[in-house]
């Protein structure tokens, strides 16, 4: 069974640095491109950030390039998202995500973990 | 970018009767290397994170119950819920993963009448 299982969510002030974390198992993960998308309180989804298996692949949504870095250890399992500048409107339940498929994939999600929540405010 | 737009807003739906969901591109969503459209479906319960019920635009995802179905092509995509369930109150949202940056739809909001 997939499970994805974020950590590190806090609440930060603006101009603030936050790092952010996801555990995954279940699957063979160097295989699978991962993803973050975040939800502001009572609003849709809107894509983050990807990378595929290889750590390759690395785009950003344009709200947040410049500003945040995704990596991944396929050592250790685990993808991370390196958040700095944060601005109030970044406030949002951030979730990983994995692709459907393997290897190159089609940035389809077909995995969610709970989230975690990032604030930002002074 | 491609902008998805979803039609109503909200809807409210008798247990057992049928509800039509609407999502529209702003553009053609181009196909894949398989010839699918990257055009899936996702269910959000309160409190939940999202769920992937339809792929490609009309494949179910597996565990998915078949009243749920997806249909379309171009920049005009419909999931139905043939028969609803009182589990299928949720926010209902359509993705595109096939030009970047990949873009989601505000949501429709199901509810029972």
């Known amino acids: 069974e997939v499970q994805l299982l974020e950590s590190g969510g806090d609440l930060v002030q603006p101009g603030g640095s936050l790092r952010i974390s996801c555990a995954a198992s279940?699957?063979?993960?160097?295989?699978?491109?991962m993803i973050w998308v975040r939800q502001a309180p009572g609003k849709g989804l809107e894509w983050v950030s990807g990378?595929?298996?290889?750590?390759?692949?690395?785009h950003y949504a344009d709200s947040v390039k410049g500003r945040f870095t995704i990596s991944r250890d396929n050592s250790k399992n685990t993808v991370d998202l390196q958040m700095s500048s944060l601005r109030a409107e970044d406030t949002a339940v951030y979730y990983c995500a994995k692709d459907r498929v393997s290897g190159d994939g089609e940035w389809l999600i077909d995995s969610w973990g709970q989230g975690t929540l990032v604030t930002v405010s002074s | 970018d491609i902008v998805m737009t979803q039609s109503p807003d909200s809807l409210a739906v008798s247990l057992g009767e049928r509800a039509t969901l609407n999502c529209k591109s702003s553009?053609?969503?181009?196909?894949?290397?398989?010839?699918?459209?990257?055009m899936s479906w996702y269910q959000q319960r309160p409190g939940q994170p999202p769920k992937l019920l339809i792929y490609w635009g009309s494949t179910r995802e597996s565990g998915v119950p078949d009243r749920f179905s997806g249909s379309g092509h171009g920049t005009d995509f419909t999931l139905t819920i043939s028969s609803l369930q009182a589990e299928d109150v949720a926010i209902y949202y359509c993705h595109q993963c096939s030009s970047r940056p990949f873009t989601f739809g505000p949501g429709t909001r199901v509810d029972i009448k």
């Open positions: 553009q053609s969503i181009p196909y894949n290397s398989n010839r699918k459209h990257c």
């Open positions: 990378l595929f298996g290889n750590g390759g692949g690395i």
């Open positions: 279940g699957f063979k993960f160097s295989s699978f491109a």
